[in-house]
């Protein structure tokens, strides 16, 4: 039972690259969503989406874009890479009820 | 401006002794509140949650507490155990799926 798998585990990128953040659940959760964790900041909310074809803007969105073609999948795609970006990013499901299910976590670092 | 806070950020306690960990809250729309752990290199997980209607949630050796009219939260754990060593975070939300806002987390650490 995989439950939300991300990956990578670890990335470190160069300041202006391009990547994507793969994320993957087998929960049949229509919610999903995309967090960074920072020292002292929390888990903050990045995108969200409640269904397949349906995105929208969390806390802190600027840099980040997401897409949500099938239920499993909901990639983050980080547009131009900057040190500002480092972070542990988390991708969530959430279950009819509020408790929110995370992946693993991808370390990423922008150097 | 962080609508969720936990002003304590390490906690250390003697095996078997009680962990209380502290979270407050300004936003009185909330009305739903959780507690996740956090191991190092792995995504939080859920721990216990309470409703605004209720004022204490007891799941084995965790309490959650709720203080509304303070807008405060705790988390007792009795008895503490070594294998609770973990990073706690205090989580609330409103009842949207993307109102939930999370304190920054405090680390705990059961000596043997």
């Known amino acids: 039972n995989a439950g939300v798998t991300q990956t990578p585990k670890f990335q470190v990128l160069k300041t202006g690259q391009s990547m994507t953040l793969q994320c993957a659940q087998d929960?049949?959760?229509?919610?999903m969503s995309w967090y960074r964790q920072d020292p002292g900041m929390g888990l903050r909310l990045i995108h969200y989406?409640?269904?397949?074809?349906?995105?929208d803007q969390g806390e802190v969105p600027n840099g980040y874009n997401v897409s949500r073609s099938t239920t499993e999948d909901f990639p983050l795609r980080l547009l131009s890479a900057a040190p500002s970006q480092t972070s542990v990013y988390f991708c969530?499901?959430?279950?009819?009820?509020?408790?929110?299910?995370f992946g693993e976590g991808s370390w990423l670092t922008v150097v | 401006d962080q609508q969720v806070k936990q002003n304590s950020p390490s906690l250390s306690v003697q095996e078997g002794r009680i962990s209380i960990l502290n979270c407050d809250y300004t936003?009185?729309?909330?009305?739903?509140f959780l507690w996740y752990k956090k191991y190092p290199a792995e995504g939080p997980t859920f721990l216990i949650s309470?409703?605004?209607?209720?004022d204490k949630n007891e799941d084995g050796r965790f309490t959650v507490f709720l203080n509304k009219s303070a807008k405060h939260l705790s988390l007792h754990i009795v008895p503490s155990q070594p294998g609770d060593s973990a990073v706690y975070f205090c989580?609330?939300?409103?009842?949207?799926?993307?109102?939930?806002?999370f304190g920054a987390g405090t680390r705990l650490t059961v000596k043997p």
């Open positions: 969530a499901t959430q279950s009819s009820g509020n408790t929110i299910y």
């Open positions: 929960m049949n959760h229509e919610y």
């Open positions: 989406s409640v269904g397949a074809g349906i995105t």
């Open positions: 936003n009185s729309m909330f009305d739903y």
């Open positions: 309470i409703s605004s209607i209720k």
């Open positions: 989580a609330a939300s409103g009842g949207n799926n993307n109102d939930m806002r």
